[in-house]
């Protein structure tokens, strides 16, 4: 098990831990759910050096940061489940993932779906076109959900 997925896993375990009623540590929520979509990051900005040209992976460590992708992907909407009105850490989630949840949701299945299909594509050896499409729809994910359900940044 690759490093990532352990961490993604420990920090899971943890939130459970803190969910018991009353004691909810929202900090530690926050912490977790940012904690998922830096992995997401991770691995994409690794996928996406790698189809620049600037990066030179392995297959095999390519299909891992896909597989990465989804993994993380597919344990998104259990860390982003839980609204954490008390927590004093730095969030860029607005209020709207809780209110307008089935939309969010949906959001984050799509990208599962999505980096699903990915580690498809690597598997069967696709070539840079191919591998850039299916990183491009995986990449219209993130950007369509940000702009809806993060501040923006000032500028
Ligand atoms: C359906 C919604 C949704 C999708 C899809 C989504 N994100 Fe996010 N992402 C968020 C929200 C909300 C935050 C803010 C988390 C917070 O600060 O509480 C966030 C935060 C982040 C952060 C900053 C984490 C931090 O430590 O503050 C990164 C990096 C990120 N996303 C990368 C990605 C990438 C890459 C993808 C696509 C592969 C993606 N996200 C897809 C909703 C989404």
New binding site residues.
Partial sequence: MSHIHYKALLLAATLTLAATPALAGDNAV?KH??SV??G??AA?GATVCQLKGQCNMKPKVLLRQAKT?AFLSSISADSFRQATPNATMK???TDN?WSDWAE?DK??NT?TKRARNLVKVVKAGADKAALGKAVGK??K??KG??DN??KKKKK
């Fill in positions: 926050v759910r940012k979509m830096t997401i990051g994409m992708l969030t860029t989630s993932v969010f959001g984050l990208m995986l990449g994910t993130c959900c940000h359900f993060r």
